[in-house]
């Protein structure tokens, strides 16, 4: 992984959620978005270190996933809008992106859901024998489930090329985590038995280089291995409608963890002066605003596709 | 009606009289918290499913539990308790245990969260026998159905939309003057008509009473009958209702083939409540719900398709021969 594509791909997420999060403020945008801002170390240092050709599974928080993975951000962007043209056809919305092309198998909304599906996929790849592991994301928050222990435990057992990455920021919408969870990640982890390492969420290289081992891992010996990223929320849960939610967390909090932004600690490795660092700043500006502009020009989804990719009762619609 | 939502109401109240009424949530309400402690109000984890069955265990030795599982979808992912525990040990242990359980959750409505977030559930969870399904139609019958469901033996899910809960929720439509509690298995009259019915549950209320006004300018006067409560159904309180009062549209946002109102309109034509050839059903579509509001549109009824249901039916039945 080159640390300049790297940082480029941070900012093209930040840039792009800011943007979206503009757009939800002015009351542009339908349902619910879940911004990654402050977490794009943690897409963009594991998804370096997958093969093309390995699925990624996501969840609600899918955008960062997706332009990390490869998705353009045109399809993105008409996608969470509603706009023609869209990634997935207007049907899935912000929280279900999803591009067969890229191998981005989709993003589930439903907690904790997407690990067993992606213990499927896993399992098809081992059987392939091709030597592919799969990856899928969540929250730590996710962990509260019981499908995803049911899910280490058989990837586990039946050796599943399976990286699990835990995006550990702490809080699962206004609650926070260790209020209802009396263990870390990585402890619930260990105690399963099952390979696993905490690395520095903000910090891209660390991510990539800690994917990399635990993907060459799954690959080889066929086993589920986890990645407990440490990172945070720069911005809130989530937002539905025009006003963004008041802010729940400890201002403490929220300051340590803004003066550790992945993006800054990428620029200050990578050396990069003020200068630079604006022009970088303006070149990926003006992409993602041609790609806004473009997608507010679309205009609606045709309706008669509502009812495409659905088997429908017979004897008609209504 | 302005100020504190009746619902929040409905739950303070029950709280205070109830000393061993007991919540779970995911997300925990401060206020609640000071007001009755953290042993009455207990934030778990995202686990659903070990939630619902924890509140079995709870019910079952004489404490009552209100889950707030947020949205419906979630309570898919704990349907074992709720179907096989929950709904089964009253009958199975001849009486000597009860569960009663109160289980909240968010429908759809308006909020374009796309196909996982957004369920009717209301055909489908009053097929579990044992199970009382409440439907509100407005922020005081929401509260009214809560208030009977946390008095209630036996477990309820309450369905509320989120149109509920709009900011504006004061203004909506509001068929039910007050937060009074309301009877399970009783449909009320929701506006008083002799012309023809219009039938809802849950969000097609509010559309069948603004499909009534619609009617109005076209002369006609609607009674409006809100069914409450899925399970019970209460068929023959609407068979009363609708009889000798013209024409019947029952209107329902589930499909046609899971509606609970397309089997009532059968039971109305049975009883001699309404004429074959003077009902319609008019339904949502089988497609889950896209995002795009574009793509939603065509999906759900809508005042034009009740309006125009309603007039055709209410057309002479026979066409006077034209003179010659
Ligand atoms: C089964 C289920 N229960 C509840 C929710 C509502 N919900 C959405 S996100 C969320 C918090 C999840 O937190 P975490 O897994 O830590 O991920 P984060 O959002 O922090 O990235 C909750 C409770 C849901 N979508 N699915």
């Given at each position: 992984?080159?640390?300049?594509?790297?940082?480029?791909t941070m900012?093209?997420?930040?840039?792009?959620e800011e943007k979206i999060i503009?757009c939800?403020?002015?009351n542009?945008?339908?349902?619910?978005?879940?911004?990654?801002?402050?977490q794009?170390?943690v897409?963009?240092g594991?998804?370096?270190a997958?093969?093309?050709d390995e699925?990624?599974?996501s969840f609600?928080?899918?955008?960062?996933?997706a332009?990390?993975?490869g998705?353009?951000l045109d399809?993105?962007?008409?996608?969470v809008?509603?706009?023609a043209?869209g990634?997935?056809g207007?049907?899935?919305?912000?929280?279900?992106?999803?591009d067969?092309?890229r191998?981005?198998l989709?993003?589930?909304s439903?907690v904790?859901?997407?690990?067993?599906?992606?213990?499927?996929v896993?399992?098809?790849?081992?059987?392939a024998?091709?030597?592919?592991?799969?990856?899928v994301?969540?929250?730590d928050?996710?962990?509260?489930t019981?499908?995803?222990?049911?899910t280490?435990?058989?990837a586990?057992?039946l050796?599943l090329?399976?990286l699990l990455?835990c995006?550990?920021n702490?809080?699962q919408d206004?609650?926070?985590?260790?209020?209802v969870?009396?263990?870390?990640?990585?402890e619930?982890?260990a105690g399963?038995?099952?390979?696993?390492r905490?690395v520095?969420?903000?910090d891209v290289e660390?991510?990539?280089?800690?994917a990399?081992?635990?993907l060459?891992?799954?690959?080889?010996?066929?086993?589920?291995?986890?990645?407990?990223?440490?990172?945070?929320l720069?911005?809130y849960?989530?937002?539905v409608g025009?006003?963004?939610?008041?802010?729940?967390r400890?201002?403490?909090?929220?300051?340590?963890?803004?003066a550790?932004?992945?993006i800054d600690l990428a620029?200050a490795?990578?050396?990069?002066?003020t200068?630079?660092?604006?022009q970088?700043h303006?070149d990926?500006?003006r992409?993602?605003?041609?790609v806004?502009?473009?997608?507010a020009?679309a205009?609606?989804p045709d309706?008669?596709t509502?009812?495409?990719?659905?088997?429908?009762?017979?004897?008609?619609?209504? | 009606?302005?100020?504190?939502?009746?619902?929040?109401?409905?739950v303070?109240?029950?709280?205070t009289?109830?000393p061993?009424?007991?919540?779970?949530?995911?997300?925990?309400?401060?206020?609640?918290?000071g007001?009755?402690g953290?042993?009455?109000?207990v934030?778990l984890?995202i686990?659903e499913n070990?939630?619902?069955?924890?509140a079995?265990?709870?019910?079952?030795?004489g404490?009552?539990?209100?889950v707030?599982?947020?949205?419906?979808?979630f309570?898919f992912?704990?349907?074992?308790?709720?179907?096989?525990?929950?709904?089964?040990w009253r009958?199975?242990?001849?009486?000597?245990?009860s569960v009663?359980l109160?289980?909240?959750g968010l429908?759809?409505g308006?909020?374009?969260l796309g196909?996982?977030?957004e369920?009717?559930?209301?055909?489908?969870?009053?097929?579990?026998?044992?199970l009382v399904v409440?439907?509100?139609?407005?922020?005081?019958?929401?509260a009214?159905?809560?208030?009977?469901?946390?008095?209630?033996p036996?477990?309820?899910?309450?369905l509320?939309?989120?149109?509920?809960?709009?900011?504006?929720?004061?203004?909506l439509?509001?068929p039910e003057?007050?937060?009074?509690?309301?009877?399970?298995g009783?449909?009320?009259r929701?506006?008083?008509?002799?012309?023809?019915?219009?039938?809802?549950?849950?969000?097609?209320?509010?559309l069948?009473l603004?499909?009534?006004?619609?009617?109005?300018?076209?002369?006609?006067?609607c009674?409006?009958?809100?069914?409450?409560t899925?399970?019970?159904?209460?068929?023959?309180g609407t068979?009363?209702?609708?009889?000798?009062?013209?024409?019947v549209?029952?209107v329902?946002e589930e499909p046609?083939?899971?509606?609970l109102?397309?089997?009532?309109?059968?039971h109305?034509v049975?009883?001699?409540?309404?004429?074959p050839?003077?009902?319609?059903?008019?339904?949502?579509a089988?497609?889950?719900?896209?995002?795009s509001?574009?793509l939603?549109?065509?999906l759900?009824p809508?005042?034009d398709?009740?309006?125009a249901?309603?007039l055709?039916l209410?057309?002479?039945r026979y066409?006077?021969?034209?003179?010659?």
């Amino acid at each position: 992984m080159q640390l300049s594509t790297a940082y480029r791909t941070m900012l093209r997420i930040r840039l792009l959620e800011e943007k979206i999060i503009d757009c939800a403020d002015r009351n542009e945008i339908v349902g619910f978005i879940h911004p990654y801002t402050g977490q794009e170390a943690v897409a963009v240092g594991v998804l370096a270190a997958r093969w093309p050709d390995e699925w990624v599974v996501s969840f609600y928080r899918c955008h960062g996933h997706a332009v990390a993975a490869g998705v353009p951000l045109d399809g993105i962007v008409r996608e969470v809008l509603g706009r023609a043209g869209g990634l997935c056809g207007g049907k899935g919305g912000s929280m279900h992106l999803a591009d067969r092309d890229r191998y981005f198998l989709g993003a589930s909304s439903i907690v904790g859901s997407q690990l067993p599906v992606a213990a499927g996929v896993a399992m098809a790849e081992r059987n392939a024998d091709a030597g592919r592991a799969t990856v899928v994301f969540c929250g730590d928050g996710a962990l509260g489930t019981g499908v995803s222990f049911e899910t280490l435990t058989i990837a586990a057992t039946l050796g599943l090329p399976l990286l699990l990455v835990c995006e550990d920021n702490g809080w699962q919408d206004h609650t926070r985590s260790d209020l209802v969870r009396h263990r870390t990640p990585a402890e619930l982890v260990a105690g399963l038995g099952i390979g696993h390492r905490t690395v520095d969420g903000n910090d891209v290289e660390a991510v990539h280089r800690a994917a990399g081992e635990l993907l060459a891992r799954c690959r080889r010996d066929r086993r589920p291995q986890v990645l407990v990223a440490a990172t945070y929320l720069r911005h809130y849960h989530a937002q539905v409608g025009g006003a963004r939610p008041a802010e729940y967390r400890p201002a403490a909090e929220v300051a340590h963890w803004a003066a550790r932004d992945p993006i800054d600690l990428a620029a200050a490795r990578l050396d990069l002066s003020t200068d630079q660092r604006n022009q970088e700043h303006a070149d990926v500006a003006r992409e993602i605003d041609e790609v806004f502009a473009a997608a507010a020009a679309a205009g609606a989804p045709d309706p008669a596709t509502a009812t495409t990719n659905v088997t429908v009762t017979p004897g008609g619609l209504r | 009606m302005t100020g504190r939502h009746p619902v929040g109401t409905a739950v303070r109240e029950a709280l205070t009289e109830q000393p061993d009424l007991h919540m779970f949530c995911t997300y925990q309400q401060d206020d609640l918290v000071g007001l009755f402690g953290a042993d009455r109000m207990v934030r778990l984890p995202i686990a659903e499913n070990a939630m619902v069955g924890m509140a079995v265990g709870m019910a079952l030795v004489g404490r009552r539990v209100l889950v707030s599982i947020a949205r419906v979808a979630f309570l898919f992912t704990a349907l074992d308790p709720l179907v096989n525990q929950a709904t089964k040990w009253r009958y199975m242990s001849d009486g000597q245990f009860s569960v009663p359980l109160v289980i909240r959750g968010l429908t759809r409505g308006d909020e374009h969260l796309g196909a996982q977030h957004e369920h009717h559930a209301h055909s489908m969870l009053s097929q579990i026998p044992g199970l009382v399904v409440a439907v509100p139609g407005s922020p005081n019958s929401a509260a009214g159905l809560l208030s009977t469901a946390l008095r209630h033996p036996d477990p309820v899910v309450v369905l509320e939309s989120p149109r509920l809960y709009t900011p504006d929720w004061a203004r909506l439509p509001e068929p039910e003057p007050t937060a009074a509690p309301l009877p399970f298995g009783v449909a009320g009259r929701a506006l008083a008509g002799g012309d023809l019915t219009l039938v809802g549950i849950g969000n097609t209320v509010a559309l069948c009473l603004r499909a009534a006004r619609r009617l109005a300018d076209h002369g006609l006067r609607c009674q409006v009958v809100d069914l409450r409560t899925a399970a019970p159904l209460d068929r023959d309180g609407t068979a009363g209702l609708v009889a000798g009062n013209g024409p019947v549209v029952l209107v329902d946002e589930e499909p046609r083939t899971a509606s609970l109102l397309a089997d009532l309109g059968l039971h109305l034509v049975q009883v001699g409540a309404v004429e074959p050839d003077r009902l319609a059903v008019v339904c949502g579509a089988p497609v889950p719900a896209p995002v795009s509001p574009a793509l939603l549109a065509p999906l759900l009824p809508t005042v034009d398709d009740v309006t125009a249901t309603a007039l055709a039916l209410t057309r002479p039945r026979y066409a006077t021969p034209r003179p010659d």
